[in-house]
C-alpha cells in the first residue's frame, strides 16, 4: 500500500516496486486523474485504486477494508501521504488554523494509516512500514517550521517507538526476520509540486550548494530505497532507521553570499 501514491514522489515509488511485480494498493485523495493515470501507466501489475481522507478515521478504515478484500493482506505499507502550506509564512506569522492544518495533514495521516496498518501486522504476524519524512525533519526549514516539526517527530520519535512495538506483534522466527520499520527523509526532489521554483535557477544553485552530490533527486531514488528497505532479504536486520536521500546534504545556507556585508563578517 502506497498512501499519496498520486503525487510525485508517491508515483515515483509505486514505479519501482511495480518494476519489481508488486501487487500495488494505490491511495489517493484529491489526485483521482494522476492517479488513474498512473494506474494506467502501470498495467503489467496487479493494483487497486482507493481513494480516502486520512485525516478521518472512518475513512482510514475504509481504505484498509477495500484493500484487504481485493489482496486478502498488506505486506508493505508506505506512509507517503501528506499535506503542508507552500508559502513560506514565518512563525511568528503563522495562524494556529495553519499550525493545526499541516500536523493534521503530516501526523493525523500516519497516525491513522500506520494503526490501521499494524492492527493487520498482528493478525498476520508479518509485515514492514516505511514511513515518509522530509530533510526539514533533519535540518528544520524556515517559513515551514509546522512541516518540519510534523516530520521530525515521525522521522525520530514514532519510527524509533513503532519498530519496538512491530516486533512485538510480528516477531523474528528461524524463517522470518521479524516485523520491521524505517523511515526515508528525501531532499530536494523534481515533483510537480516543487516545479515552479525548482525552474529557477537561482533557486537551484541555492539548494544544491548545500550537497556534495550538487543535483536534485527525483522520485525514482526514493523508490529505490523504498523497495531496498521494503525487502525482507535485502533489509531483514536494519529497523528503526532515518535515511537521509539527499545528496549528501549538509543543510540549508542562511544567507545568500550577496546578503553578507564583509566589512562586518
Not at 489482496?71 to 507517503?80: K, Q, S, W, Y
Not at 539548494?207 to 531496498?228: K, R, S, Y
Not at 549538509?250 to 563578517?265: H, K
Request: with cysteine; glycine share 10%.
Amino acid at each position: 500500500m502506497i498512501t499519496g501514491a498520486s503525487g510525485g514522489i508517491g508515483a515515483g515509488i509505486a514505479r519501482r516496486f511495480a518494476d519489481e511485480g508488486a501487487k500495488l494498493i494505490l491511495h489517493y485523495r484529491s489526485g483521482k486523474d494522476r492517479a488513474q493515470a498512473l494506474q494506467r501507466e502501470l498495467g503489467g501489475v496487479e493494483s487497486v485504486l482507493i481513494r480516502a481522507d486520512l485525516r478521518k478515521e472512518q475513512e482510514t478504515s475504509v481504505l484498509f477494508s477495500k484493500a484487504l478484500q481485493k489482496f486478502g493482506r498488506i505486506d508493505t505499507l508506505v506512509a507517503n501521504a501528506g499535506e503542508w502550506e507552500t508559502r513560506d509564512v514565518p512563525f511568528h506569522q503563522m495562524s494556529l488554523g495553519q499550525w493545526r492544518q499541516t500536523l493534521s495533514g503530516v501526523l493525523d495521516t500516519v497516525f491513522l494509516s500506520v494503526r490501521a496498518f499494524l492492527k493487520q501486522v498482528a493478525i498476520q504476524r508479518e509485515g514492514n512500514a516505511i514511513l515518509i519524512g522530509s530533510t526539514a525533519a533533519v535540518f528544520g526549514e524556515a517559513g515551514h517550521a509546522d512541516y518540519a516539526a510534523g516530520k521530525s517527530a515521525i522521522a525520530y520519535g514514532l519510527t524509533r517507538s513503532l519498530k519496538n512495538e512491530i516486533a512485538r506483534i510480528a516477531p523474528h522466527t528461524g524463517d522470518y526476520c521479524g516485523g520491521r520499520i524505517n523511515c526515508i527523509c528525501p531532499g530536494w526532489t523534481r515533483v510537480p509540486r516543487l516545479a515552479r521554483k525548482l525552474n529557477d535557477q537561482k533557486a537551484i544553485r541555492k539548494v544544491t550548494a548545500t550537497m556534495a552530490l550538487p543535483q536534485l533527486g527525483c522520485p525514482e531514488d526514493i523508490g529505490n530505497a523504498a523497495v531496498f528497505l521494503a525487502s525482507d532479504k535485502l533489509a531483514r536486520h536494519i529497523t528503526g532507521q532515518t535515511m537521509v536521500i539527499a545528496g549528501g546534504m549538509e543543510g540549508r545556507w542562511l544567507w545568500q553570499p550577496e546578503e553578507v556585508n564583509p566589512a562586518i563578517a
